[in-house]
């Protein structure tokens, strides 16, 4: 082993220096790769970013650091980042002729949990069929107050979601503004008249625009992108569990980046504005010459780094 070292200008002790380099280094990303397994089993799909922020206190234990870009790379090395993918299924009807509510969130500022909630229905292919989820969501914790899974799109879907939030609330005293759009289910008679028994004021959007309605709409994609809920393949009772899980574990072991990196349901019992730990780029001119490469890019794998 000495002869062969020389050969090639090094020591013995800088040969086994070298193994014993490798070696500690494999057993590190085994266990980097043990807890991002454990994280994922939570939440399928979870950010690197805040993937970062849940094993780092673990590995500590281990004596071991890392950087957001070196676990990047580490997914990167062993297939793990996150492809997201884009699907529409209309769930909006807002041609009839009930009455529409004005938008009282326009330049609304939340500073306390249970004064905005935001409503939605989302979409769960199940085989050859549609499951439709009704979420009702915190506009400040974000976190999820009520749901439910229905096989049609009835008023009732809606309805068994507010009644379930009504019945989590912590605040009732809290003047809450209930925000929608203006589908029928929300501007039905039924619906209409719980939010009214319980003193909430109504506020739906008012132009169609999805971005009037966004924060329901980010929650409705966390689910789907970071918890597979865009399908499943299992029946009914299965999927409804399913959704159960994934929800809590969305509000109690997901960090949230517009909530201080706090998880929904630990940032439901803060007041006062929550910093935001997401980063707004500004919006640049896109040369002709570039958009075949932002085409190549577009098809890389996505991770929120």
């Known amino acids: 082993m000495g002869k062969l070292c020389q050969l090639f200008g090094k020591t013995r002790h800088a040969f086994y220096d070298y193994g014993w380099r490798a070696s500690q280094q494999g057993l590190q990303e085994d266990i980097i790769l043990y807890y991002i397994h454990q994280q994922r089993k939570l939440v399928p799909n979870l950010g690197t970013r805040k993937l970062h922020l849940n094993i780092a206190p673990l590995l500590q234990e281990h004596g071991i650091q890392i950087g957001r870009d070196y676990l990047f790379?580490?997914?990167?090395?062993h297939k793990l980042l996150i492809r997201r993918r884009k699907r529409k299924v209309i769930t909006t009807?807002?041609?009839h002729w009930m009455r529409k509510y004005s938008n009282l969130t326009i330049d609304f500022?939340?500073?306390?949990?249970?004064q905005l909630w935001v409503s939605d229905i989302t979409y769960i292919r199940m085989g050859n069929q549609w499951g439709y989820l009704s979420l009702i969501t915190d506009a400040y914790s974000r976190k999820i107050m009520?749901?439910?899974l229905r096989m049609d799109l009835s008023t009732q879907g809606c309805i068994d979601a507010l009644e379930m939030a009504l019945a989590n609330r912590l605040y009732a005293k809290r003047a809450l503004i209930h925000h929608s759009d203006r589908g029928s289910q929300y501007c039905s008679a039924d619906y209409v008249r719980i939010l009214k028994e319980n003193e909430i004021a109504i506020s739906m959007t008012e132009n169609g625009d999805?971005?009037?309605n966004?924060?329901?709409?980010?929650v409705n994609g966390i689910l789907k992108t970071e918890f597979n809920l865009y399908s499943s393949s299992s029946g009914f009772e299965q999927t409804r569990e399913l959704v159960k899980s994934?929800?809590?574990a969305y509000n109690e072991h997901r960090p949230h980046s517009s909530c201080d990196m706090l998880t929904p349901a630990h940032a439901h019992?803060?007041?006062g504005v929550l910093t935001k730990r997401w980063k707004q780029y500004p919006k640049k001119r896109v040369d002709s010459n570039l958009q075949s490469e932002n085409v190549m890019q577009n098809l890389q794998p996505v991770d929120d780094r």
């Open 73 to 77: 790379d580490l997914l990167q090395r």
């Open 93 to 95: 009807d807002s041609r």
């Open 109 to 114: 500022r939340c500073e306390r949990s249970e």
């Open 146 to 148: 009520g749901y439910c």
């Open 210 to 212: 999805p971005y009037e």
């Open 214 to 218: 966004a924060l329901a709409e980010r």
């Open 246 to 248: 994934s929800i809590t």
């Open 269 to 271: 019992l803060k007041q």
